[in-house]
């Protein structure tokens, strides 16, 4: 079975989030849907080992904000590739509250969609939260950001927690920088990030700008 075939379905990327009155969750997923327009009520799925998906389940209600194309790795990285559960994501950025009293950031977004929980439904590996929605505002103008235009234009990938990630078949082509003297690229395995430098190995202290993780993570490409 060719599971890259599941690449060809068309999905976007945004941040869900949630507070229970005494957390704050807040990740990327790229599964959220309309699922009926009478009630009119949204699907989300959030991975099981996320803290955002129990702050979620507590909370009983999340918000949810679509990326726009001007979204750019390092938010993409604060929200998608470290977790709630070690710092607030929304520290630093223009954030606003939600009329359920969840934060959001007004940064590359282009919509607000607000939602209380009226059923959820164990996947497997997610859980999907069905909400009615509540709320609903657009932020910009911006065109949406597709998970092709993430994997294609900004080069990122697809993280093991998502619900469209599949081992080994992650579309996205390392792209190399043109050529120059004595200069080498190291690409992380988890974001997809490309460090040039003219060193032949990274210092041990180094991190990831987007999501990071340390040199250990990083794979020479040229």
Avoid at 20 to 33: F, S
Avoid at 103 to 121: D, F, H, R
Wanted: hydrophobic fraction near 35%.
């Amino acid at each position: 079975m060719d599971k890259t075939a599941l690449f060809k379905l068309s999905s976007g990327l945004y941040i869900v989030s949630a507070t229970d009155g005494e957390r704050t969750g807040a990740c990327v997923i790229n599964t959220a849907l309309q699922v009926t327009s009478e009630p009119l009520q949204l699907a989300v799925t959030v991975n099981k080992k996320n803290y955002t998906c129990d702050v979620i389940k507590k909370a009983g209600h999340f918000t949810l904000t679509v990326l726009s194309q001007k979204a750019d790795m390092p938010l993409i990285g604060r929200f998608g590739f470290k977790s709630s559960r070690d710092f607030n994501k929304f520290d630093g950025i223009e954030t606003e509250t939600s009329s359920m009293f969840d934060p959001y950031t007004l940064e590359g977004a282009c919509a607000l969609i607000v939602c209380a929980t009226v059923q959820t439904v164990d996947v497997g590996t997610h859980l999907m939260f069905i909400g009615e929605i509540t709320d609903a505002e657009v932020l910009s103008d911006d065109k949406p950001l597709t998970y092709e235009y993430y994997h294609c234009v900004l080069k990122g990938k697809t993280p093991p927690k998502a619900s469209s990630y599949i081992a080994g078949a992650d579309p996205t082509k390392v792209t190399k920088v043109a050529d120059k003297a004595n200069m080498h690229h190291f690409r992380c395995t988890v974001c997809g990030y490309v460090y040039e430098t003219p060193a032949t190995v990274l210092p041990k202290d180094f991190k990831c700008p987007i999501c990071g993780f340390g040199p250990d993570k990083f794979e020479q490409i040229d």
